[in-house]
DNA sequence: CCAATGTAGGACTATTATAGTACTAGTTAG
DNA sequence: CTAACTAGTACTATAATAGTCCTACATTGG
């Protein structure tokens, strides 16, 4: 369905949430904050740890904060941390039965792939909390077009 | 992953076939040629029949023909015939839990979601089977960029 | 120095979505 | 009328994914 995952999603849902302050949170605290299950924001955080989106702090009051600015932090990383290379198709070049067919295709839909990724590298952290965001500018896009 | 499902995939991969010839086309012929499964691409035409991408003809030397030119069919329109409307989150409202967090990021996505959505149109069958594409013009989408 | 609190990391399970299959009915050409 | 093909639906199996649990380690505070 061209769908997000739903861990990519959480993920983006607590990078927000802790773009809000630069506070150091526990993953319960995140937890009970979001009404998502505790374990799995966990599972989330480290994620992002291992992606050096998010630095953690061990040992009592210990807890996480965004490692860099949210202004620095683009919606892809944070989808690249959970799922991650975003790529549209396989092109895993099993390609058993290489008649003219597919491959002709491939790189048109590496040109599509390669836009939605521009798209969302370019949307940052900053943005997303924005309450009325400026954010994309949908129609200059789209008055520029794809076909030639 | 933000990946397309494979019966999309195939979908298209069944279209782009079909925009070749504008002959009348058996499904297991389809099948036998692109080797996907005989029910498999059975199963993608009908449903592309009922999106009316694509004609179908009933009877003994019946088949299946592209509905219009493949220069009026985007692959938006293939996708969403196969996988639904497309959109990358959920979205559905059963929000139990609506504190400020999610709902503020919600209208981000949605820009995000017309942006790929946008992309998708722009590209039509006709420009899929060009072999060396024009088709997408990604830097200029680039240099003007999504931020302000 | 010890206990409490919290992260690190992995393995594991259950659920859901998806791909693929099979079968029956209906339609047209010869 | 019969052969060849599509229409439609219901079913099954597989794989991806979400979510859980458990053990080990690090740091703060008494």
């Known amino acids: ?19 809000r302050d630069h506070v150091i ?14 374990p799995t924001v966990s599972k989330i955080l480290k994620m992002l740890v291992r992606k050096n989106l998010v630095t953690s702090m061990m040992g009592a009051k210990g807890g996480y904060v ?5 202004s620095g932090i683009s ?6 941390a959970m799922d991650g290379p975003i790529s549209i198709t396989e092109c895993s070049s099993n390609t058993t039965c290489d008649r003219e067919s597919s491959c002709s ?10 836009i939605i990724l521009d798209a969302l590298e370019k ?23 794809i076909q030639t």
Chains 1, 2 share one sequence.
């Open 123 to 145: 949307v940052s952290l900053a943005e997303m909390i924005a309450p009325k965001p400026q954010v994309v500018d949908v129609s200059a896009i789209r008055s520029r077009g």
């Open 105 to 114: 295709t491939r790189s048109n839909w590496q040109g599509i792939n390669h």
């Open 1 to 19: 369905m061209l769908r997000l995952s739903k861990l990519a999603d959480y993920g983006t849902q607590v990078m927000t949430y802790m773009a």
């Open 25 to 38: 949170h526990s993953a319960s605290e995140v937890a009970a904050d979001l009404c998502i299950a505790a």
């Open 75 to 80: 919606i892809a990383e944070i989808i690249d």
């Open 66 to 70: 965004l490692a860099r600015h949210p």
